[in-house]
């Protein structure tokens, strides 16, 4: 009769070795990435126009494209403001 245990510590090895691979994948740099405004509300989960809010209101620094029509936010802004946000919220 097989150990069941035996079977047990097959999976978890093997679920080691894929977490392990995980880990050790290289990062992205998402220094120079940036968002449009329908990504950064995607991410955020909110409203497109509640990102615009933000924008307009100086809580989000974005950066409008050479012919005006597109808005960018970039990684670092999106994410630093979104921490802001958050501490202003919960300082009313």
Do not use: C, W
Request: aromatic share 6%; net charge positive; charged share 30%.
């Amino acid at each position: 009769m097989n150990n069941p245990f035996d079977t047990l510590q097959t999976e978890l090895s093997e679920i080691k070795g894929m977490l392990t691979e995980l880990l050790n994948q290289p990062k992205e740099d998402l220094s120079n990435k940036f968002y449009t405004i329908n990504e950064a509300a995607g991410i955020l989960k909110v409203d497109r126009q509640t990102v615009r809010n933000h924008i307009e209101k100086g809580h989000i620094q974005a950066r409008r494209m050479k012919n005006g029509s597109r808005i960018l936010i970039a990684h670092t802004e999106l994410f630093d403001s979104l921490n802001e946000i958050k501490s202003l919220k919960y300082k009313r």
